[in-house]
C-alpha cells in the first residue's frame, strides 16, 4: 500500500490546517488508518486513529484540537487540526495497517512539515 500525504506548512499559533493522506489500494475501507508525528530531537508519536469502522482515538495534547475523518470512496484520510500551538511543530507521517490477500501490511507516507510559528 502506497500512502501520498500533503498540506503541511507554515501557520501562526492559534490557526488551521487540514492535512490528507491518499492511499492506494481497492480494499481502503478496510485499512486502520492514523497519523504520527515527530518533532526535532524527539520520538515520533502517535496522534490520531481513525479504524476501518470511523472509530476515532487522539492523543491527549490534541484532544479537542484535532479531528480526523476519512473518506472511503477517495481513499484519503483528512486530518483538521485546529487552534494549532508551536508544539505542534512537527513532521507528521500517515500509516495504514490492515490485511491484504492475507498478508499483513504496516505502510508510512513520506511525511509532511508542519510549522506553527508562535
Known amino acids: 500500500v502506497q500512502l501520498q500525504a500533503s498540506g503541511g506548512g507554515l501557520v501562526q499559533a492559534g490557526g488551521s490546517l487540514r492535512l490528507s493522506c491518499v492511499a492506494s489500494?481497492?480494499?481502503?475501507?478496510?485499512?486502520?488508518m492514523a497519523w504520527y508525528r515527530q518533532a526535532p530531537g524527539k520520538q515520533r508519536e502517535l496522534v490520531a486513529t481513525?479504524?476501518?469502522?470511523?472509530?476515532?482515538d487522539y492523543v491527549d495534547s490534541v484532544k479537542g484540537r484535532f479531528a480526523i475523518f476519512r473518506d472511503n470512496t477517495v481513499n484519503t484520510v483528512y486530518p483538521r487540526m485546529n487552534s494549532l500551538k508551536p508544539e505542534d511543530t512537527a513532521v507528521y507521517y500517515c500509516?495504514?495497517?490492515?490485511?491484504?490477500?492475507?498478508?499483513?501490511?504496516?505502510?508510512w507516507g513520506q511525511g509532511t512539515q508542519v510549522t506553527v510559528s508562535s
Open positions: 500509516n495504514a495497517r490492515g490485511i491484504i490477500r492475507g498478508a499483513i501490511f504496516n505502510s
Open positions: 489500494g481497492n480494499t481502503f475501507s478496510t485499512y486502520g
Open positions: 481513525i479504524s476501518s469502522v470511523a472509530e476515532t
